[in-house]
T-cell receptor, first 113, second 113 residues
Framework: GEDVEQSLFLSVREGDSSVINCTYT??????LYWYKQEPGAGLQLLTY???NMDMKQDQRLTVLLNKKDKHLSLRIADTQTGDSAIYFC?????????????WGLGTSLAVNP | DTEVTQTPKHLVMGMTNKKSLKCEQH?????MYWYKQKAKKPPELMFV???????INESVPSRFSPECPNSSLLNLHLHALQPEDSALYLC????????????FGPGTRLTVL
């Protein structure tokens, strides 16, 4: 079945770049998403990429998609303490019409001053 | 505007109580979702409404009863819950026509005593 994997923890210093990685198994994925969740809050859509794209940039965020390796990454430039949160990778499988999201377990990003 | 609102923010209820969670969106989205999320875990899909019809029920116990009165509103009626049902309940919506990117509300933190 479809699966999405992420490393569970990442710690960076304020001002450095953060790179959060995700791998998925469904080669027919259509959309891949990054959501951010701060403590006690809901899920904030950060960015998404369509499967026919290799890269997407939005201000401090850069998403890279390697379809051959089924690898997705999120780079946050100039990481700030406000970026401390759990980051979830999710994909929309290509098969079927129900379009249920398949979620990774989340990467907890800690930004140290 | 990509806002999904949920009320109440917090809810404490006993196992014999009946309560309801409410969700609203005014983005013209035709799909709405209920998720349950335990701390530091990805959200678990419970129900999906598509064009105001229940399209997915992920084998959720009958003590949770969803309702979609119109295309902007989604309710989750709760009755005879168990302490293990304590969690963050998230609502989301998506535009089924222009892709299925899901936008989440802030959630209702439910505690069952």
């Amino acid at each position: 079945g479809e699966d999405v994997e992420q490393s569970l923890f990442l710690s960076v210093r304020e001002g450095d770049s953060s790179v959060i990685n995700c791998t998925y198994t469904d080669s027919s994925s259509t959309y891949l998403y990054w959501y951010k969740q701060e403590p006690g809050a809901g899920l904030q859509l950060l960015t998404y990429i369509f499967s026919n794209m290799d890269m997407k940039q939005d201000q401090r965020l850069t998403v890279l998609l390697n379809k051959k390796d089924k690898h997705l990454s999120l780079r946050i430039a100039d990481t700030q303490t406000g970026d401390s949160a759990i980051y979830f990778c999710a994909e929309t499988p290509g098969a079927g019409n129900n379009r249920k999201l398949i979620w990774g377990l989340g990467t907890s990003l800690a930004v140290n001053p | 505007d990509t806002e999904v609102t949920q009320t109440p923010k917090h809810l404490v209820m006993g196992m014999t109580n009946k309560k309801s969670l409410k969700c609203e969106q005014h983005m013209g989205h035709r799909a709405m979702y209920w998720y349950k999320q335990k701390a530091k875990k990805p959200p678990e899909l419970m129900f999906v409404y598509s064009y105001e019809k229940l399209s997915i029920n992920e084998s959720v116990p009958s003590r949770f009863s969803p309702e979609c009165p119109n295309s902007s509103l989604l309710n989750l009626h709760l009755h005879a819950l168990q302490p293990e049902d304590s969690a963050l309940y998230l609502c989301a919506s998506s535009d089924r026509v222009r892709g299925d990117t899901q936008y989440f509300g802030p959630g209702t933190r439910l505690t069952v005593l």
